[in-house]
Every structure is written in C-alpha cells, then in structure tokens.
C-alpha cells in the first residue's frame, strides 16, 4: 500500500515531464488541471473538454500509451507507481483529476487491487508533498448498491464490494476521505455505466445487442447508462461546487437492457436482440468470459464470474444528490447516439 508521507525525492528536471509540442505555459492560463487516465476513454474526453475551456492540461501518459490526437497536452511520462512523475505533475495544479483506473476486463485482480487502490495512494502522497488545489478521484457507482425494496441507489447506499475492482476503489475511497477529512481538498465522483465513442468495452457491447442482426441475446437485468459529456459536466461541477469530502452519483437513465436496446434498434434501425439471456447462463457464464477474454482478447461482459451475478440484477442509481448540490443534469440514451453510432460504424463495424 502506498505509504501516507511522501515517499520520494524530488524530481530531478529530467524525470517525469515529457517535451511538449504546442503546449501553452502555465503561467499563460488561469487554471492548471493534472490529469491521471489522460489517455483512456473517459480521460482523453476530459482533456478535450479542458482544453478547449482554456485551461492548461497535464496528462499522465505511460511510455505505451496511446495519446491519440492530444497534442496540446502536456504529457508526463510514467505510471502511478512514480513518485516523482506523480508530484511533478500534480504540484501547482488548481485541480487534479484522478481518473487512471483498471477493471477486471483488461487486467487481473492483483493489477486491479494495485492500480486502483495503491495508485490511488500514490496519488494523494504527491498532493499533499506539493501545492495543488481540489481533487477529484473517479471512483464507480458500483460501489453502492440500493437496499432492501429501494429501487434506486444513493450514495448512502455503501454496498459489500464484489470482486477485486468495488474492492479497490471502496478502499481509494477511504483513502481520499481521510485526504479530505485532513488538509487536503477532495471530492469523489461515482460515475454509472459510461456510454459514448472510443469505448470498446460497455459502449460498443451494447450497440451491438442494438444493431447487429447477428447479436441474438441481450442481458437480463438493467443500469443507469450515462453519456460520456454528461459525465465530464459531472466531473467539472464537481471540482467547482462539490463539498469537501463529498461523494456525487454521476448517472443517466436507468433502463433495463431490453429497453436500452429497443430505443437503440428504433433510433438507428438496427435488428435487437430479441432475446435475454436467461440470468442461469449468464452466471454459469462468467467463468466462460473469462476464457473467452483471454483466448480471443476482447472484452466480453460479464467480464468475470463475480460481475456475472450484477450483469442480472438491476443496478439502478440515483443522481439526485448531484442535481440538487452541482446542477448535474443527464440526458437521455438518444442523445448521446449520433457520436457513438457514428464511431462503432467507423471503428468497430
Ligand atoms: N467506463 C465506465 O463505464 C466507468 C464507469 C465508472 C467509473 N469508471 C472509472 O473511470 C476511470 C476511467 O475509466 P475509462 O473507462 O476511461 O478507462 P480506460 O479507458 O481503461 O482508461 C484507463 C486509464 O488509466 C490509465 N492507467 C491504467 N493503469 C495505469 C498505471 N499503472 N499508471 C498510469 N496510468 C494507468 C490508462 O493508461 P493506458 O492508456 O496506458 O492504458 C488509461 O489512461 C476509471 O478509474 C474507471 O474505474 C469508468
């Protein structure tokens, strides 16, 4: 686990930052943000959203990475386990976005735990070694879940992890608690299932279960799927209104598989799915995914036998709280279609 003082030395000029290609100087703009994820799904759509607001964005990349077409970024190059990367990036930030993250979809579960949990250690040991504003730690719905005959989840709802992913992020959470709850300045966001272009996970699964005449299944059991821009909306409401040490539910429409896939087939003129896979299957399911994921390295859902069992249920939340405290507002599924139809066409078809 990553220790509670700073574990480093200072960085050296070398370390960490990587040459920037158009980059404007901080000094330049009015607010610096330190992005960890900055080259992922979620991640790389907030750098755009920063950039183009006019702040001064630095993103974590690791030497792998792919950066895509975010050239006006400045990128520090290593990984959470880097000190020195990690406070050279954050310090002087006005905000810290930690959004790097691993699910049990492309890693096993000791990555997941040491990403999610001791990365997000590594995260806070460098806020509080150097100066930096608000931070706010990307987190998932998933660790909340609705109780007894409540059909909806809050943030209130503290659930029993499932599986090393819930686990490790209930536990980052704990971790940015006690940061807020001493000197630091944090806000946690818990976003629902993710739906918009450049996902190949959720986003396209889902798309497909809508428009491919070959999918001939869909998912028992429902979610709350929430466009990608109304998540950044969530995240930016959140470092400016949030409460210290508060948590926010970042949802959408919560819709049962079978709908979400109707609304898609309709607004697209796909071919649905016509069938749910019976919640039997799914579960005895999992354990095949995982072969399956394996073998073939894509990502199949239930990623794994523990998910399998969420994969039926219905997993859905509230965002309220984020309404009434931030002005969080979602939008429907056909919304967030155009993009995200028009990127599976382009890249997954
Ligand atoms: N997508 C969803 O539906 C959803 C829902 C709720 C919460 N979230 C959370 O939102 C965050 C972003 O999710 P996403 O969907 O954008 O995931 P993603 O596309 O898989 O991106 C993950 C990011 O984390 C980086 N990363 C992973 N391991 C790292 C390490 N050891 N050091 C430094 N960076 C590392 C990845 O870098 P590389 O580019 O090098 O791989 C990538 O930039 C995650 O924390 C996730 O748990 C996502």
Request: glycine content about 12%.
């Amino acid at each position: 686990m990553a220790t509670e003082t700073p574990p480093g030395t200072d960085a050296g000029p070398e370390t960490g930052q990587a040459s920037t290609a158009s980059a404007t100087s901080a000094e330049d703009s009015e607010r610096v943000a330190a992005v960890t994820g900055a080259t992922g799904f979620l991640g790389s759509a907030l750098c755009e959203r920063l950039l183009a607001e006019g702040w001064t964005v630095r993103g974590l990349s690791r030497p792998t990475s792919d950066r895509g077409d975010l050239d006006d970024v400045e990128w520090y190059v290593g990984d959470l386990f880097e000190p020195e990367t990690l406070r050279s990036l954050v310090d002087g930030a006005d905000a810290v976005f930690h959004l790097a993250g691993i699910g049990l979809w492309s890693a096993d579960a000791d990555t997941v735990e040491r990403v999610n949990r001791e990365g997000t250690g590594y995260v806070l040991d460098a806020c509080r070694a150097g100066d930096v504003g608000r931070l706010v730690f990307t987190s998932t719905a998933g660790t909340r879940r609705a109780v007894g005959d409540d059909e909806f989840a809050t943030e209130a709802d503290i659930a029993e992890p499932i599986g090393a992913y819930q686990r490790s992020k209930a536990t980052a959470e704990r971790f940015v608690d006690r940061y807020a709850a001493g000197d630091g300045d944090a806000v946690t966001v818990h976003p629902t299932s993710i739906f918009g272009p450049g996902d190949t996970a959720f986003t396209a699964q889902l798309l497909s279960m809508g428009l491919e005449p070959t999918m001939p299944a869909y998912l028992p059991g429902g979610l709350s799927i929430v466009g990608l821009e109304d998540v950044i909306d969530g995240i930016l409401a959140a470092y400016e209104h949030g409460g210290n040490g508060e948590h926010y539910i970042l949802g959408g429409e919560n819709l049962t598989y079978d709908r979400a896939v109707d609304r898609i087939a309709t607004f697209a003129g796909g071919s649905p799915a016509r069938l749910p896979v019976p919640a039997a299957a799914i579960h005895a399911a999992g354990p095949v995914a995982e072969v399956v994921g394996t073998v073939t390295d894509r990502q199949v859902f239930p990623f794994d036998r523990q998910m399998a069992r969420l994969a039926t249920d219905r997993m859905f939340y509230s965002s309220r709280k984020a309404h009434e405290e931030l002005g969080y507002e979602y939008q429907p599924l056909e919304a967030h279609l155009p993009p995200a139809l028009e990127w599976y066409r382009t890249a997954c078809q």
